[in-house]
Structure formats: C-alpha cells, structure tokens
C-alpha cells in the first residue's frame, strides 16, 4: 500500500480486506488469511491516485485538522495542506496524495 501512496481509509475494499486478514490470522485460519490478503494485493494494484482519491483524502483530512488542538501542529498541517491544494489544482495528484500522507502521519502522533 504505501509504495502506492494508498493509506488507511483511501479505499473501502482494501480496509474491508485488510481488516478480513487481520481477523482470520488472529483466528489462526491462515489459507483465508493469505486469500484475503492475495486479494488485497491486487485490489492495490486497481487503485488509481486520482482527483477523486485525493479529493476524497481532503475532505477526511479537513475533518480531521478541525479537531487539532496544537498549534504548532495546526500550522506544519496547514502549509501541508497549502501544498496538498496547490498540486490538486495543477493536476499533480500523486504529489497531493504525498503531502495529505504525511499530513496524516503527523494527524496520527497527535492522538
């Protein structure tokens, strides 16, 4: 996923799949384990950084930041989602998905 520039969250079948294997490894069924994740291997490979995954990536991403109560971490997030914007305009998605990635590392420190 992340050689993809895909996160949690990005795709509603790959966190189904990726939530599939977790359960069936926990339960020690390992032939479905490695079937579902085959298969989230593959749905990887059909994901498109696109305007839609980064558009969608902005809107979860804003509803995150309005709950950030630092405001060092609010200010690094905003040139983040400054740049994030700028290459979404330009077409760039690859680079708007990179800089709402690391927005969202950050996000996920905060906790």
């Known amino acids: 996923?992340?050689?993809?520039?895909?996160i949690d969250g990005d795709d509603e079948l790959?966190?189904?799949l990726s939530g599939s294997?977790?359960?069936l490894i926990r339960s020690?069924?390992?032939?479905?384990?490695v079937?579902?994740?085959?298969?989230g291997i593959a749905r990887v490979a059909e994901v498109q950084v696109d305007?839609?995954?980064v558009a969608a990536k902005l809107t979860r991403f804003n509803a995150r930041f309005d709950k950030v109560k630092s405001a060092k971490l609010r200010d690094?997030?905003?040139?983040?989602?400054?740049?994030?914007?700028?290459d979404f305009a330009a077409g760039r998605y690859d680079?708007?998905?990179g800089a709402l990635n690391t927005a969202f590392a950050l996000l996920s420190k905060d906790r």
């Open 95 to 97: 680079a708007a998905n």
């Open 28 to 33: 020690r069924r390992y032939d479905g384990a």
């Open 35 to 39: 079937d579902a994740a085959n298969s």
């Open 76 to 86: 690094r997030l905003d040139e983040l989602a400054g740049q994030a914007s700028l």
């Open 14 to 16: 790959l966190d189904r």
């Open 51 to 53: 305007r839609d995954l």
């Open 1 to 6: 996923m992340a050689s993809r520039g895909l």
């Open 21 to 23: 294997c977790a359960r």
